[in-house]
């Protein structure tokens, strides 16, 4: 964010709730980090695929889908 102060829109791409159910002291971390971006004025846009999907791209096409609708939305 320090390379970019003036972005608004903060997108997170993977499995965070898969990979943070084995650690809930961090997913509550990644919660409050969201929370932090949130409070700052930053849109936080999470694409969470099932993890047995991220084989075939499944979030790589909706983070191209979420992409597309933030630049068609000005």
């Known amino acids: 964010m320090e390379a970019y102060p003036d972005e608004k829109n903060i997108i997170f791409l993977g499995d965070y709730v898969y990979h943070f159910s084995y650690d809930r002291n961090a997913l509550m971390s990644l ?15 999470i694409l969470a695929g099932n993890h047995d999907r991220l084989g075939n791209n499944f979030v ?10 933030m630049l068609n939305v000005k």
């Open 60 to 69: 790589f096409e909706e983070a191209k889908k979420a992409f597309e609708v």
């Open 31 to 45: 919660y409050h980090f969201f929370l932090e971006l949130f409070k700052a004025g930053k849109h936080v846009y």
